[in-house]
């Protein structure tokens, strides 16, 4: 009987084969996760150490235009965040809603009205103008995103400053908030920075706005926050896939992050509103002012 020698000389060479293959995959694997790890450490160290600009977003619900379809939301927010990690600074300044500006094709109108004409571009084009500086990077939120985002980090403490008490049914609206310091949920943090019903009006309403938005970023500087969202990451993913839109990449969100850990926002963060005065139902910005508040931003 013939031996059968080629099985016994094919199964090491198969099984070298596959040894061979096994150590390519695992040798392409650690190189990529290598590279992507070096990036992404790249792109934070640059968030770390260069001027950057976001502009903040938070748009209200869609209306119907003539022809009754859906036209693009309304900018109900929008905040202008400057850092500037190598001297320790960081400065919010809250554009007011009502702002008169000169929008291309549609003359003076009020600046919430860009992104219902133009999107996110007309918008960024007269927020540069006005600001003069570039905005970097960008994120939008709308109402639900806004409420999950509370959420999701277990509320947010806040001193309510007055009694607030509005109700819209057409809107579908229901603020009704008690004085004190006291947490609040998402949706009662949704009619704390969209109560209006002062004697300043928006003017008001941006500086409650920036109040919120300073005791959020603490709230998210908590190691315990970082770990209730990861618990919840699958929440997380679904509020910014559903509801969030932004243009920052991860490497981009880490070097934030790891920035503003360090930062003692109570002595680094400065807010401002930008300088201006009532015109009628409008907001007529002072562009000089402007240029002087922004200019060690520059």
Partial sequence: MQPFVGSVKARPRLAQKILVAAVAVLFLGQLTLFLTLERWREGAEKVCQTPFNILLLGVDEPNLDDQGELERPRTDTMLFLAFRPQQGKLALFSIPRDSLIDIPGHGMERINMAHVYGGYDLTKELVEKIMEMPVDRYLMVNYQSFEGIVDLVGGVEITVDKRMLYQDQSAGLLIDLQPGTQILTGDQALGYVRYRRDA???ITRTRRQQQFMTAL?????????LLRVLRQWRTALRISKEYLRTDLQLPELLGLFLSFKGLDLGASLETYTLPGEFSGPYWRLH?????QLTAAYR
Wanted: proline share 12%; glycine share 12%.
């Fill in 200 to 202: 300043l009006g928006d």
């Fill in 217 to 225: 970023a603490g709230k998210i500087k908590e190691p315990a926050t």
């Fill in 287 to 291: 562009p000089r002012e402007i240029e």
